[in-house]
């Protein structure tokens, strides 16, 4: 794999929506390349992407795991927050999914493009190349795991 640990922590700040800015309301955070400062604590990340970032910004910190499952490993992508927090939206597992803008697609649809056209071009060559793909997707609101 391209990262020297096992574990990537990538951190997405969402800006205010609509509604936190019309009740006047501020972030609480400064984000940096690979640091959020919250007040007078400073956590270092992998990655930081600010308010700023788009959905093709996340693109370049989940090919490594592509790359990284073409090599036979498993790989997983955790997204983690509070409800409203973006997780969806990122993953791309609501209606993001399905947007006209390719630019606007989240991890999900991405994913699955990238590892399609890589068995495509694999066996394109009629070599026999064989692939056995499996995901799972889950979602654990509360107490509750959804598959």
């Not at 093709?56 to 927090?85: H, K, M, R």
């Not at 803008?101 to 190349?129: C, H, S």
């Amino acid at each position: 794999m391209a990262s020297e640990t096992s574990v990537r922590v990538c951190v997405r700040v969402r800006p205010l929506i609509p509604k936190e800015r019309l009740e006047d309301e501020h972030l609480a955070v400064e984000t940096f390349d690979s640091q959020i400062k919250v007040a007078s604590q400073t956590f270092t990340f992998d990655h930081v992407f600010g308010l700023d970032s788009g959905q093709e910004d996340i693109w370049p910190c989940v090919t490594p795991l592509v790359d990284s499952v073409f090599e036979g490993y498993n790989a997983t992508i955790f997204a983690y927050g509070q409800t409203g927090s973006g997780k969806t939206f990122t993953m791309g597992s609501g209606n993001s999914a399905f947007v006209s803008n390719p630019d606007e697609r989240g991890i999900i649809p991405r994913v699955l493009q990238e590892m399609f056209a890589r068995i495509a071009a694999k066996t394109a060559d009629g070599r026999g190349y064989r692939t056995e793909l499996k995901l799972r997707f889950l979602e654990i609101y509360g107490e509750e795991i959804r598959d």
